[in-house]
Nanobody, 121 residues
Framework: QVQLVESGGGLVQPGEALRLSCTASGTFSSIVTMGWYRQAPGKQRELVATITSGGSTNYQDLVKGRFTISRDNAKNTVFLQMNSLKPEDTAVYYC???????????????WGQGTQVTVSS
């Protein structure tokens, strides 16, 4: 099993910044990708950003230029720096990780429990 522990959510005003962190622990041989998804009330969960072990990144168009995803491979931790936050960024943000286990090429996907980000004046 893999546990993903998120931190850093909160309430901020429009234009302010937040930094989310997520650390993976448990049984795995390597982490393929880590990333962040979000789900606003009444909407489907959507990708925000992902990063591979090699550092390749992928962003949703609405957050490009405002959000930056980074990763500390040694600590199995992924960060999401969110700048210039807007009310429409309000959502529960979920950490996601795809890992491999020793002795198999099968990949497993795990989710964190989510952290609330609220952008409001």
């Amino acid at each position: 099993q893999v546990q993903l522990v998120e931190s850093g959510g909160g309430l901020v005003q429009p234009g302010e910044a937040l930094r989310l962190s997520c650390t993976a622990s448990g049984t795995f041989s390597s982490i393929v990708t880590m990333g962040w998804y979000r789900q606003a009330p009444g909407k489907q969960r959507e990708l925000v950003a992902t990063i591979t072990s090699g550092g390749s990144t992928n962003y949703q168009d609405l957050v490009k230029g405002r959000f930056t995803i980074s990763r500390d491979n040694a600590k199995n931790t992924v960060f999401l720096q969110m700048n210039s936050l807007k009310p429409e960024d309000t959502a529960v943000y979920y950490c996601n990780s795809i890992v491999r286990r020793a002795g198999t090429s099968v990949q497993f996907q795990y989710w964190g429990q989510g952290t609330q980000v609220t952008v409001s004046s």
